[in-house]
């Protein structure tokens, strides 16, 4: 019962739930900039170049035999995956960068000193008074 106990625990935490938002939100942002990439991106990439589809850029290096398939080297899916990893990772970049500005503006603001604790204000007193009788 003490490793259910630690395992609740342990998901129950900000931390686990974070990253698993994090990690969902990764997946659909990943998918976005891939429908990005291949539908939006490289078709006018692909017509600059000759009216080349990326999808479709292979190597065959065997033919189809009966009934195995093709054997394909599928590099123009490979182009579009570095794209789509290009985007994202630029993406992660800005946003990082963007969080390192704020903490940095925070750690140049002064703190504001901390008020004066009633001791401090009672000797401030105290040496007041004694200034003005000499």
Known sequence: MGMMKEF???AAQGNVVDMAVG??????????VSSIVGDVLL???GLLLGGVDFGSLAVTLKQTAGDA????????????????????????????????RLKRKQAEAPAAPPAPSKEEILLAEIRDILREKR
Do not use: C
């Open 69 to 100: 398939e093709a054997v394909v080297i599928s590099y123009g899916k490979f182009i579009q995956t570095i794209v789509d990893f290009v985007i994202i990772a630029f993406a992660i970049f800005l946003a990082v960068k963007g969080l390192n």
């Open 23 to 32: 990690i969902i939100i990764g997946g659909a942002f990943g998918k976005n």
């Open 43 to 45: 078709p006018p990439i």
């Open 8 to 10: 609740k625990e342990f």
